[in-house]
């Protein structure tokens, strides 16, 4: 059975490097985040790394992003710890759109052998993000 939760996030800390960038066309960066997710989903600094490419190398550029976030808190008050790949984009307002699923085989503790998917809208400037889950456990 499907179980549907929700919440929030803020993002506590972002460290970007640029890689690369082809004059002023497309640039490759990476970053480094933490999280802290209150809701269905609670933790406390969460650990992620993303890679970024932004379509230009200016500032309100459009652009996509991959990348995964290792989440050490509850689900639903169920102790453990899960990996989520993440993916998506974002405009050139800032507005983020991600799609995210469980890693197969990551979840430890009470959330040995959970699935499942989410998403979330970030907003440019708001201070919290809220997010959608939606899993099973065995």
Not at 13 to 26: F, H, I, M, R, T
Not at 44 to 56: F, K, L, N, P, Q
Request: net charge negative; hydrophobic share 35%.
């Amino acid at each position: 059975m499907t179980t549907h939760t929700t919440g929030s996030f803020t993002y506590a800390d972002w460290k970007e490097n640029v890689l690369s960038q082809a004059g002023d066309g497309p640039k490759l960066a990476t970053a480094t985040v933490t999280n802290h997710f209150t809701g269905g989903i609670e933790a406390t600094g969460t650990s992620c790394a993303y890679t970024i490419v932004y379509a230009t190398g200016a500032p309100d550029s459009a652009g996509s992003f991959t990348g995964h976030q290792l989440v050490t808190g509850t689900v639903d008050g169920r102790r453990g710890s899960l990996v989520l790949a993440e993916r998506g984009t974002f405009d050139a307002d800032g507005t983020t759109h991600c799609v995210f699923e469980v890693v197969p085989g990551s979840a430890t503790g009470e959330l040995t052998g959970l699935r499942g998917t989410g998403g979330f809208t970030a907003v440019h400037g708001e201070p919290s993000v809220a997010y959608a889950f939606d899993y099973e456990l065995p």
